[in-house]
């Protein structure tokens, strides 16, 4: 591995991490806070580690596959690091585990808090606090590859880590080219959503945030309510359909404004299924809680339609408390945490498409024993997929329930009880936020031990960078030349 470009792409990383902070020192300006001279260092620190590392002298410039891997990986975890820091100077953290991981959770686009009080940190705090989902939602390291040009194979490595799913493709040729494209729609989608909230009424703040969390599917709000404190049906309809639409496939956006039809979208079968689960969902859970949670079937269809959206697409926004939802529920939206939105989506989870391979091939394996002579390709409408890709999904499922049973059991240690502890992992490791229990919807993670916030980090980078980046490094075949 060339770990030299590592540390030179970190280095681009970390500049542009402190470029992105300069929007929250400009609202520490606007509100007169006394966040400025905080962010001002932060930003400093930043630049300058990010300076250092790219100074580094390379004489191999080419990005393969290991060093993507290695990129991916220590990219996240570094811009994490740095990008704590305005909490810990701004002093809203004594704890640099809180510090980490509530950036975690933002740039992961959990959206898990361990603040208690939200409403008491200042505007410029929030805006930051908020800005890491936006940023983490389409992925800190696509921006990069948006302005910088393709360095080797190994670039499109970490468009594939952080634009997820089993199958990946490239809309241009370059892979920047493909970043930019990406990018501009979701520059696009998210100035469509603020100004739509706009027209609710909502401040122009407010929306900018809102749109964040919304759009990176992050859920990070500047309530301590979340969206349920503005109490509008309006503002309910909008960011629901937002959030669903963040759920989607990002490349399909491109392909219908290329084709100019918005045909394209019901060409793909993972966007019906996907709209399938999220009918289905809200139509059960909307008959169970009526005349238990809500009084009627319209109160109930609104938040039940609002809370699948938020939980599908892993965004965690709440507009009621889901917890004390009937039992049936209850079930229903845990499982919901383990399927997540489409790929390429900013959504986390192990995605629409994956769930459908699953059944697929289940579904082969019973017609393979009752015509044991039948050969049956598996297709995603037209199309046969690979089996490399089917290779990929059983083990990436493998080990994704591997690694939920296991932190379970960790946090289980901790002593919480099983509720609590198998609901934090699946919202963290499905990059969802709020959970069941002790990290239900009206509560926090403040309360867990700086244990359990350190292991259900490392679930939250782990589900964002879909497992295999980060679980590669610990091979050493991944560190030689």
Known sequence: MNLLIVLKTLGILLLGESASMLPAL????????????????????TALVGFALFSVKIKDNMIRYKEGFAIVSFGWLSASILGALPFLFTGAFSSFIDAFFETVSGFTTTGATVIQNIEALPYSLLFWRSFTHWLGGMGILVLTLAIQPSLGPGTFQILKAENPGPISAKLTPRVSGTAKILYITYLVISLAEVFFLLIGGMPLYDSLVHTFGTLG??????????????????????????????????????????????????????????????????????????????????????????????????????????????????????????????????????????????????????????????????????????????????????????????????????????????????????????????????????????????????????????IYTVISLLFPQSWKK
Request: hydrophobic letters at 50%.
């Open 217 to 466: 599917t992050g859920g990070f709000s500047i309530k301590n309510a979340s969206i349920g404190a503005y109490d509008s049906v309006y503002l309910d309809i909008v960011i629901t359909i937002f959030m669903i639409l963040s759920g989607v496939n990002f490349a399909l956006y491109y392909q219908a404004f290329k084709k100019k039809s918005p045909v394209e979208f019901f060409k793909d079968k993972e966007f019906k299924v996907y709209l399938s689960i999220i009918a289905v969902y809200i139509l059960v859970i909307t008959i169970n809680i009526n005349g238990r949670a809500f009084n009627s079937i319209l109160e109930s269809f609104r938040y039940t339609s609002f809370q699948v959206a938020s939980i599908i697409t892993t965004t965690g926004y709440t507009t009621a408390d889901f917890d004390l939802w009937p039992d049936l529920s209850r079930a229903l939206i845990l499982s919901l945490m383990f399927i997540g939105a489409c790929a390429g989506s900013t959504g986390g989870s192990m995605k629409v498409i994956r769930i459908l391979l699953i059944y697929k091939y289940v579904q082969r394996e019973i017609n393979s024993l009752i015509h044991p002579k039948a050969v049956k390709a598996i297709k995603i409408g037209d199309m046969p997929v690979q089996g490399s890709v089917l290779s990929n999904v059983m083990g990436f499922t493998v080990l994704y329930m591997a690694i939920f049973i296991l932190a379970t059991l960790l946090l289980l240690t901790q002593n919480l009880d099983l509720i609590s502890a198998a609901a934090a992992v699946a919202a963290t490791l499905g990059n969802i936020g709020p959970g069941l229990g002790l990290v239900g919807p009206s509560s926090t993670y403040a309360t867990l031990s700086d244990f359990t916030k350190i292991i259900l980090s490392f679930c939250m980078i782990l589900g964002r960078l879909e």
């Open 26 to 45: 400009f609202v520490a300006v606007i509100y007169g806070e006394n966040t400025i001279f905080p962010f001002i260092i932060s930003i400093l620190i």
